[in-house]
């Protein structure tokens, strides 16, 4: 069964450090998402990706966040200077629809642990 | 405000006995309605799916109902089994939203014990 793929599972980084989250959606989909979840929070919505361009993101999701789709595979999420609040899970998702009910599918996520 | 909320927050069964639980939200206007698994430390698996239309929607010993009036939900559980031990996560989407941009509840942990 196709499924969304992350990578670290873990990352430790120290405050103030570049982080680069990576995600291999499932091959034919064409919409990218990335969540996060603070440790015994609820998950948040960060951006919406397609088409090479972001198309909604919330208020979370400000100037130190990025997202990239450097090749036919890979989406990526950088945080530029990382803060300790943004310790978190983060999930990727993709799905073939960009709107209505379309089936959502979640990788496992990265835990990100910044001292 | 778009707020989904989730009770109870933590919930304990003996295996095989069914159980309920709930969901209301404020997110509008309202697009569909869905319910996530989520074990541990993984993602988030998909249930059910249900738009305004729909009322009850089933996945095996999952069943799913909807009532968008009173902007309530219900996740019924039957037959218990340990592993049915995760959080359960109702998640709302609004009309005109990708369909990504989605409003999470904080989930009901469910315990099954033997």
């Known amino acids: 069964e196709p499924e969304v793929t992350q990578t670290p599972s873990h990352q430790v980084t120290q405050m103030g450090q570049e982080v680069i989250l990576r995600c291999v959606p499932i091959s034919n989909h064409l919409y990218f998402y990335w969540y996060r979840q603070i440790l015994g929070q609820k998950v948040e919505f960060l951006v919406s990706f397609y088409n090479n361009e972001i198309s909604e993101k919330s208020e979370i999701f400000d100037d130190q966040f990025s997202v990239e789709r450097p090749d036919g595979s890979n989406f990526t999420l950088k945080i530029r200077s990382t803060k300790l609040e943004d310790s978190a899970m983060y999930f990727c998702?993709?799905?073939?629809?960009?709107?209505?009910?379309?089936?959502?599918?979640f990788g496992e996520g990265s835990r990100l642990t910044v001292l | 405000k778009n707020q989904v909320e989730q009770s109870p927050q933590s919930l304990i069964i003996l295996e095989g006995k069914n159980c309920t639980l709930q969901c209301n939200y404020t997110v509008s206007p309202f697009s569909n309605l869905r319910w996530y698994k989520q074990d541990t430390g993984r993602g988030p698996v998909s249930l059910t799916i249900m738009t305004f239309s729909e009322n009850t929607k089933s996945n095996g010993r999952y069943t799913a109902t909807l009532d968008a009036d009173t902007k309530q939900s219900s996740l019924h559980i039957t037959a218990s089994q340990l592993s049915d031990s995760a959080s359960y996560i109702c998640v709302v989407s609004r009309q005109g939203s990708t369909l990504g941009r989605l409003y999470f509840g904080r989930g009901t942990q469910l315990t099954v014990w033997p």
């Open positions: 998702a993709s799905s073939g629809e960009g709107l209505g009910t379309g089936e959502l599918f």
